[in-house]
T-cell receptor, first 114, second 115 residues
Framework: NAGVTQTPKFQVLKTGQSMTLQCAQD?????MSWYRQDPGMGLRLIHYSVGAGITDQGEVPNGYNVSRSTTEDFPLRLLSAAPSQTSVYFC?????????????FGAGTRLSVL | AQSVTQLDSQVPVFEEAPVELRCNYSSSVSVYLFWYVQYPNQGLQLLLK??????LVKGINGFEAEFNKSQTSFHLRKPSVHISDTAEYFC?????????????FGTGTRLLVSP
């Protein structure tokens, strides 16, 4: 049971390049989310998904795309990277059900856009 | 919409001293409240959560927090800190209606424990 796995751990991009941040969980969680963490701003929700085929926008969705074709995976796509997207990105997952559960976080992807 | 304020960006403290990390929230609806800890170069781990019931919540590593509805606060406390408690601590809130999936985080408090 690996929990929430994010790849890569580090990435440097040039402005305008595209890339996909990968997130996978092996806990059969329905809910998955992407956050970005910036100094002095805490974590902000980018996109989230309540199950395969269902996604929705969070607080800061512009410049990011997501899809959820399987329960296990929730990739985050940057179509044209900008310096403002330099940040640490965290993926999280949790159960969906009657009982309130917690979000489990991955170790993060540190992205620099030059 | 909810918001969270962590007034202290950094709290220095000596080992074995008590500590309180402050968190105030704003919401027009009932909320769930959380404290997460982030050790250097790691993801976030849940310390404790308030869902309902007793206003004093105990978490892992000897931490506890008290929910005060009238003051809209959820301060985190530990009676005696260790060097290993050095980390960043985030308070978070979610709307009871939309659920705990959409967390709103505070800006974090860096706890620095020195010998």
């Amino acid at each position: 049971n690996a929990g929430v796995t994010q790849t890569p751990k580090f990435q440097v991009l040039k402005t305008g390049q595209s890339m996909t941040l990968q997130c996978a969980q092996d806990m059969n969680h329905e809910y998955m989310s992407w956050y970005r963490q910036d100094p002095g701003m805490g974590l902000r929700l980018i996109h989230y998904s309540v199950g395969a085929g269902i996604t929705d926008q969070g607080e800061v969705p512009n410049g990011y795309n997501v899809s959820r074709s399987t329960t296990e995976d929730f990739p985050l796509r940057l179509l044209s990277a900008a310096p403002s997207q330099t940040s640490v990105y965290f993926c999280a997952s949790s159960y969906r059900g009657l009982a309130i559960d917690i979000q489990y976080f991955g170790a993060g992807t540190r992205l620099s856009v030059l | 919409a909810q918001s969270v304020t962590q007034l202290d960006s950094q709290v220095p403290v000596f080992e074995e001293a008590p500590v309180e990390l402050r968190c105030n929230y704003s919401s027009s609806v009932s909320v769930y409240l959380f404290w997460y800890v982030q050790y250097p170069n790691q993801g976030l781990q849940l310390l404790l959560k308030y869902l309902s019931g007793s206003t004093l919540v105990k978490g892992i590593n000897g931490f506890e927090a008290e929910f005060n509805k009238s003051q809209t606060s959820f301060h985190l406390r530990k009676p005696s800190v260790h060097i290993s408690d050095t980390a960043e601590y985030f308070c978070a809130v979610s709307d009871r209606d939309t659920g705990f999936q959409k967390l709103v985080f505070g800006t974090g408090t860096r706890l620095l424990v020195s010998p």
